[in-house]
């Protein structure tokens, strides 16, 4: 796996201070952009918070997130929490260092005292201190919130900063695009009740031999759910449901719960989304198919990757972005003068570049800008620069629907039927188009799409 090294510089160490005029969280910020450019240390925020307690405990969980592993629980993960800053709301979003759960506060414009907030993306510092100070708050005695920089000091900040160096593994940013992408195919399954939601919560195992028997499927019964020996129509897939574990920290002021996933194909584990409702919040917990899998071995963005075309119409698509709270395919489609495919598969290459994300609550995209070198995703994507590799060395033949692929001392036959191409390599036996399409499969396409090639790996 390649990592590379974060270095997160903040001016001070985010905190929880009481005075005799209340409380304040102050939560620093690291570089990010904004509309006006990069900045060290942008300002998106400062207001009160209508439910404290329930702010902090979102943010704890997305925090909680940030530094599990799921899986393979002996190698440490952490990483501060990326927040965007979208106008009308603020979002707190995390991975776990396994990849295989993604974490999103939604503090909405009613959780924010009905006030408005600035645009841009970066990291918050989430210290152990303050982790400590937010795990206290037990009322919603008034919180003056501020994310970014006092006003004053925004210019002042040429002093010491406090700086945190994280492994950034590039799988983790793959992740980031593959849980959008798979968000993007999830329709609405079930909504249950308060009551409901805590009592098949807490229900869950929180132990980790759960994962070892695999996915479980449950499935909506009137206003509750059930679980299904086998993956009926409407059920939902919870792979792993120990991993919703960060959810407890806010269950006693959830008002409902919402679960999305896909339809059910073939009994396959799949992904899902568990959504908690709060009092002008939601906090979504986005799982992988499998607690030993992460979102960044799914292949769900290689094919929008595959060509140059989608390169330029992904350029053409990011101008057209201002940090919307909600991102409209067929909007940009009429501004771009592109399909609204083609404007689908845009988005989809900018998730990759972490410059858009999906919020299934509003079934809509929207804006945010990593605070990474998220382009390392993409060169470092072990499938499509194999695929580069093939295309640009000419081992692609065609013949009608048939094409065929030297590699290594071997020759593959790739068959397109119906839009879906096959093949005759082990990957395709393994996975049958599950986890996106084979290096073979992918340098066909580039191959048919006329993609520019020459050399091998751009």
Not at 116 to 141: F, K
Not at 254 to 274: C, E, F, K, N
């Amino acid at each position: 796996m390649t990592r590379s090294v974060q270095a997160l510089a903040y001016a001070r160490p985010s905190a929880l201070e009481s005075s005799q005029v209340g409380a304040s969280l102050g939560l620093e910020t690291a570089g990010g952009l904004t509309p006006r450019g990069a900045e060290a240390h942008p300002r998106f925020f400062a207001g009160f918070l209508s439910a404290p307690r329930i702010a902090a405990r979102g943010l704890l969980a997305v925090a909680d997130v940030a530094a599990a592993r799921y899986y393979q629980r002996t190698l440490a993960a952490s990483l501060d929490p990326v927040v965007t800053g979208n106008g009308d709301r603020l979002r707190f979003e995390s991975f776990s260092g396994c990849c295989g759960v993604y974490a999103r506060l939604d503090v909405l414009q009613d959780g924010l005292e009905g006030k408005r907030t600035g645009h841009g993306t970066t990291n918050v510092d989430v210290n152990n201190p303050l982790r400590d100070a937010l795990s206290r708050i037990t009322a919603d005695d008034p919180l003056h919130l501020r994310v970014g920089p006092e006003e004053l000091a925004v210019t002042t900040l040429d002093g010491p900063v406090v700086e945190k160096k994280v492994p950034l593994p590039d799988r983790w940013l793959r992740g980031f695009a593959e849980a959008q992408v798979a968000s993007a195919g999830f329709d609405p399954r079930a909504e249950l009740s308060a009551a409901q939601a805590v009592a098949f919560l807490r229900s869950l195992p929180r132990g980790s031999g759960n994962a070892a028997r695999g996915a479980q499927w449950v499935v909506a019964s009137g206003s509750a759910l059930r679980p299904t020996t086998r993956p009926v129509p409407g059920a939902v897939c919870l792979p792993g449901p120990e991993r919703l574990v960060a959810l407890q920290r806010v269950l006693r002021h959830a008002t409902a719960l919402r679960v999305y996933g896909p339809p059910v194909a073939d009994g396959a584990p799949v992904a899902s989304a568990w959504e908690v409702v709060l009092p002008g919040m939601r906090l979504t917990l986005t799982l992988s198919p499998d607690a030993s899998r992460g979102f960044s071995g799914e292949g769900g963005v290689l094919e929008a990757l595959a060509t140059d075309g989608a390169a330029a119409d992904a350029e053409l698509v990011s101008v057209l972005l201002a940090w919307e709270p909600t991102i409209e395919p067929a909007t940009l489609a009429e501004r771009s003068g592109l399909s609204v495919e083609r404007v689908r598969a845009a988005l989809t290459r900018l998730g990759t570049a972490g410059r858009v994300g999906y919020d299934l609550a509003d079934a809509a995209y929207f804006h945010r800008e990593l605070p990474y070198d998220a382009d390392r995703a993409e060169r470092h994507n072990p499938r499509l620069v194999a695929a580069r590799e093939l295309a640009g060395a000419g081992a692609v033949s065609l013949d009608g629907p048939l094409a065929y692929v030297a590699s290594g001392d071997r020759r593959y036959q790739v068959r397109e039927s119906d839009g879906v191409l096959t093949c005759t390599c082990q990957w395709w036996a393994d996975y049958r188009g599950k986890r996106g399409p084979c290096k073979h499969a992918l340098a066909v396409t580039m191959v048919r799409r006329g993609a520019t090639v020459a050399g091998g790996v751009r």
